[in-house]
């Protein structure tokens, strides 16, 4: 099942480690914002701001199970998500 990451790049997340959070996530799903893995179980995207900015950087994570329009709704926001512990969440979902 594809995992849809979205990594909100608004101002507060931006300013707390969310451009470092999405290169992160660039270096160890060896794709780009934007890019599908070759195997189709990562989509990696930049978003705007998730109305959660006391809580930055926030992280959502979606897995599509309908509609593309219902991925919003299906997504989980991982609040205060520094870099250190998305980079682990996102190599045990990638060796999961
Ligand atoms: S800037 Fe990320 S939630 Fe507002």
Partial sequence: MMHIIKICCGC???????????????????????DTSEDGKFRL??????????????VMFCKPNGPLATIMLDGKIEENLLPNRFAKMLKELKNS
Wanted: charged share 25%; with cysteine.
């Fill in 12 to 34: 507060s997340c931006a300013a707390n480690f969310g451009l470092d959070n999405l290169k992160k996530a660039e270096e160890i799903l060896g794709i780009k914002a934007g």
């Fill in 45 to 58: 995207e930049k978003a705007g701001c998730m109305s959660n900015c006391e809580n930055a950087p926030n």
